[in-house]
Structure formats: C-alpha cells, structure tokens
C-alpha cells in the first residue's frame, strides 16, 4: 500500500511539473522593461522587412491582413506574437525568418499594450 501511494505521489508531482515547458506563457516575458519596445522604432522595420512584402501582408493580397496599416497590426497584435513565437509566421518557404531578438521585441511590445509609439 505504502509502495502504491509512493508511485501514484510521484506520478502526480512528475505531471504537475510538466503542465508547462514554457514560463513565458503563463507569465509574459520577462525581459521586458516597460515602454522598452516601440512600434515605429522597433515593431515596424521588423514589419516591413519580413511581413509587409509583395503578395503577403501589404495590402496587394485581399485575402491577407495589411500590415501597413498600423490598426490592422495592432487588432490582431496576439496572433502575431503567437504566430511569430512558434514561428508559423513568416512560412518557411517565404525566404525571410525572424531572430530571436525580433520575436523577443514583438512579445514585449504586445505585452506592454500594443501601442502605437
């Protein structure tokens, strides 16, 4: 019996360690100061280098958001983090790929608010 509540305990404690990988989930990251992050100095070159090219997110393709258009950016700033942070955006056949530092400074600007600054 003593055996048996030993496994089970560890098992449980084993789960429990394993609910996430990943901290920054549950608690942002943590390498953001406050206003550290701008979007025209910093979100916006990353933008367009990387997002806003011909046929993706620059307006010429109607079935895709514009990126150039700051609101549009910012109403749909989540899914950019998320999308940029399992890095399924840009697609790997698009020729660009984010750094970490970029994917880091567009975490931190969709922490601190998405503000257009």
């Known amino acids: ?66 990126w150039t258009v700051f609101s549009n950016v910012q109403s749909k700033a989540q899914l950019i983090k998320f999308r940029t942070g399992n890095r399924t955006m840009p697609p790997s056949n698009a020729g660009v790929q984010l750094t970490s530092d970029e994917i880091d400074a567009i975490s931190c600007w969709v922490d601190d608010g998405a503000l257009n600054n």
């Open 1 to 66: 019996m003593m055996i048996k509540k030993c496994i089970i305990y560890s098992l449980g404690a084993f789960l429990i360690s394993c609910a996430y990988e990943n901290e920054e989930e549950l608690f942002g990251n943590q390498n953001c100061a406050p206003n550290s992050v701008t979007f025209s100095g910093d979100i916006q070159p990353i933008i367009v280098a990387n997002c806003a090219l011909s046929g993706c997110h620059d307006g010429s393709n109607p079935s895709l958001p514009d």
